[in-house]
């Protein structure tokens, strides 16, 4: 079991930077998969970026690559999310999820947070 609980969001300015965190308590988080997913209003949720249970490996959807960074500090149980250049098109909710597979389906994922608000303002 993993339960996780994200933080870090809020009200910004496009083109600025805010830091996601997802705190993850339970035995496993060190061999799960960590990914973000986010959901705008009106729409599905979608993939944003996945790290690999030890960190070697990233993927980011191609609408944030180059602005997003995913990482993980397994010794404090946490995965972040740095946004930066922020468009008002990131504004959704975003999601943390948990992983055996290195995946980028929702489907691929078992555990989810409650999310966290992003909003960029234009």
């Known amino acids: 079991q993993v339960q996780l609980v994200e933080s870090g969001g809020g009200l910004v300015q496009a083109g600025g930077s805010l830091r996601l965190s997802c705190a993850a308590s339970?035995?496993?988080?060190?061999?799960?998969?960590m990914a973000w997913f986010r959901q705008a209003p009106g729409k599905e949720r979608e993939f944003v970026a996945v790290?690999?249970?030890?960190?070697?490996?990233?993927y980011y959807a191609d609408s944030v690559k180059g602005r997003f960074t995913i990482s993980r500090e397994n010794a404090k149980n946490t995965v972040y999310l740095q946004m930066n250049s922020l468009k008002p098109e990131d504004t959704a909710v975003y999601y943390c999820?948990?992983?055996?597979?290195?995946?980028?389906?929702?489907?691929?994922?078992?555990?989810w947070g409650q999310g966290t608000q992003v909003t960029v303002s234009s």
């Open positions: 999820a948990a992983s055996w597979v290195t995946g980028t389906r929702i489907t691929d994922y078992e555990y």
């Open positions: 339970g035995r496993t988080f060190t061999s799960s998969a």
């Open positions: 790290i690999s249970a030890r960190g070697g490996s990233t």
